[in-house]
């Protein structure tokens, strides 16, 4: 099956940027997707980007997308304690038609050091 | 806003006990999801649910069975919890045909 790889830890001081790294295996996918999951909660969509796109900003987030690597990256600029949280990374597996899931990878935990 | 809640936030339950968790979204999502949460581990699906009366196996669904009787609702049930099924429980949803999952706050399950 399809697999979505992750660093499992980022430990950065208030202020800095944060670069979260993400790899995927299958090359079709359409869709790769970025959620927040702060403590006691759940999964919050932070940002997503289709397939066609190499970048997507939106405010202190940007999101890169290597295809040929099969890379895929949030940076977080002005990195603040607020943004301490697990991070997941998520590729859409297609299983025909309209049907398909996320796959997610072990999500990475962004600690933010004043 | 789309809304998915999940009837409790925590649980503690004893091994053997039959176990229901329940998840309802406002949104009319033809799609729902039942995720396990482990350290390490990230997220597992369990079983999902295109449509009311319909349910396909996700990758771990050993041990759980899923009833959606309505589409706004999609429970989860442990026929007899065992302690290696403590863990932290999310329910997802969306449009069919749409990739974007929402979540609901998940439900921290202990079983003794």
């Known amino acids: 099956g399809e697999d979505v790889e992750q660093s499992l830890f980022l430990s950065v001081r208030e202020g800095d940027s944060s670069v979260i790294n993400c790899t995927y295996t299958?090359?079709?996918?359409?869709?790769l997707y970025w959620y927040k999951q702060e403590p006691g909660a759940g999964l919050q969509l932070l940002t997503y980007i289709f397939s066609n796109m190499d970048m997507k900003q939106d405010q202190r987030l940007t999101v890169l997308l290597n295809k040929k690597d099969k890379h895929l990256s949030l940076r977080i600029a002005d990195t603040q304690t607020g943004d301490s949280a697990i991070y997941f990374c998520a590729e859409w597996e297609n299983y025909g038609g309209s049907q398909g899931n996320l796959i997610f990878g072990k999500g990475t935990k962004l600690s933010v050091k004043p | 806003d789309v809304k998915v809640t999940q009837s409790s936030r925590y649980l503690v339950k004893r091994t053997g006990e039959k176990v229901f968790l329940e998840c309802v979204q406002d949104?009319?999502?033809?799609?729902m999801f039942w995720y396990r949460q482990d350290p390490g581990l990230g997220l597992r699906l369990i079983y999902f649910s295109y449509d009311v009366k319909m349910k396909e196996k996700g990758d771990i669904p050993e041990g759980y069975s899923v009833s959606r009787e309505k589409k706004e609702r999609f429970s989860l049930i442990l026929e007899s919890a065992s302690t290696n099924q403590t863990s932290m429980y999310l329910c997802a949803s969306s449009f069919a045909g749409e990739h974007t999952q929402y979540f609901g706050p998940g439900t921290r399950l202990t079983v003794l």
């Open positions: 299958d090359s079709s996918s359409t869709y």
């Open positions: 949104m009319d999502h033809e799609n």
